[in-house]
């Protein structure tokens, strides 16, 4: 069987008035998300046309940057913000608010990833990975579990989580080109199998 072949179908060159993106994702309605230093950006899949959502202001901090990004839903979203976690959602009038800030982690959260829309998982360089639940009464995330990763400082760029399926979350952190890779039961909360010494220059979702 011949591999199918995948074309371009558009092409849009798209200008802003600030400088360009750090990370852009694609969102399950085809609009697309992106994140420029402080602030998440909004594009329209019709016409391209943009909305800052969300801007980081603090001038007493100047090395606050949104780290990371992902998507709950098509109108909630959830980013890192230094050692913080935010949830903001369409309110009205295509205004998005925070409506909720998880605090735990006591270093930088350098990756989230979400399962369906009520778990949200945190990696930080606190060296932990956790688990936030939804409650449904109150519809707000609370800290379901906390787990240290490892016995040394994460390299901040050679660390990832990656989910395997909804039980599984495959760990990797990197200790001057030696890496570890480790997977975790979500059900448990327990390391079920661990791969040490692995030689590698860069670890990333593509794998």
Known sequence: ????????????????????FFDIKLLKNGNLLAKNDRKLILFNKENFNYEIIIEEEDEDNKDLAIVDFISINNNSFCYSINNDLKIIQLIQNN?????????????????ILVIKDNILISCSMDKTIKIWELDIINNKYQLKSSTIMNDYEIDDDFNNIILVNEKILLYYSNNYGEGTIKFLNLNTNKIINTINDIKCETFDDSI
């Open 1 to 20: 069987m011949k591999p199918k072949m995948v074309n371009l179908v558009k092409e849009k060159i798209i200008k802003t008035d600030f400088m360009g």
């Open 95 to 111: 205004e998005y608010k925070i409506i909720q800030i998880l605090k735990g982690h006591t270093n930088t959260i350098r990756k």
